[in-house]
């Protein structure tokens, strides 16, 4: 059972474009969601993450937006580079260390 | 510098083997984990431990074995039960309450 539904599976996007990754989760005691980014051959870092008391987080050209009553939250990238090309993870954690982790997105930016 | 080191890097078991992957973290992390990643099936849990000497079994343990002896090692034993060994394994530590968890570069086991 996925506690954390991930879409799109893979997503093209243009040099410069605006590339939007989905997630959503069913249990209400998840209170703090992460984004990873993982290149080929490497572990996930962490890229940003947000707290259920805020509805936006921006770090540069980074953005999730949140929106608790729907149980759903997206990374925004503005202005997509060829280096963002990564498989994307969303991830839900409770105050128990249990973290669950969507199924990825595979990011291709074209130049 | 901080973090989270595997290895080895890349590793091959015979059938009939078991083989062990290293896991040790220098950041003072309490909790443990690790992952196996399947291309399209993200990250699944084998095995956690919340601390020393103590360690749960995540989602797909069958086939895994780990231990805890120490704070800083966690390591992972995948067992001849384990039928379909061939993946991308991933450690992970994370620090108390709503943390984020620190990877380390992963393992990639194969089968000869």
């Known amino acids: 059972q996925q506690q954390v539904k991930q879409s799109p599976q893979s997503l093209i996007v243009q040099k410069g474009g605006i590339s939007i990754i989905n997630c959503a989760y069913e249990n209400t005691a998840f209170d703090y969601f992460p984004w990873y980014q993982q290149f080929p051959g490497k572990g996930p870092a962490l890229l940003i993450a947000?707290?259920?008391?805020?509805s936006e987080k921006k770090e540069g050209r980074f953005t999730i937006s949140f929106n608790k009553s729907a149980k759903q939250f997206s990374l925004h990238i503005m202005d997509s580079q060829p280096g963002d090309s990564a498989t994307y993870f969303c991830?839900?954690?409770?105050?128990?260390?249990?973290?669950?982790f969507g199924a990825g997105t595979r990011l291709t930016v074209k130049p | 510098d901080g973090g989270i080191t595997q290895s080895p890097k890349y590793l091959f078991r015979k059938e009939g083997q078991n083989v062990t992957l290293s896991c040790e973290q220098n950041l003072n992390h309490d909790a443990m984990y690790w992952y196996r990643q399947d291309p399209g099936q993200g990250l699944r849990l084998i095995y956690y431990?919340?601390?020393?000497?103590?360690?749960q079994k995540g989602d797909i343990a069958e086939g895994y074995s780990v231990s805890r002896e120490k704070k800083e090692s966690f390591p992972l034993t995948v067992t001849s039960a384990q039928k379909n060994p061939t993946a991308f394994y991933l450690c992970?530590?994370?620090?108390?309450?709503?943390?984020?968890?620190?990877f380390g570069d992963g393992t990639r086991l194969s089968i000869l």
């Open positions: 991830a839900a954690k409770n105050n128990n260390n249990d973290m669950r």
């Open positions: 992970a530590s994370a620090g108390p309450g709503t943390q984020p968890q620190h």
């Open positions: 431990s919340q601390i020393v000497n103590d360690f």
């Open positions: 947000i707290r259920p008391d805020v």
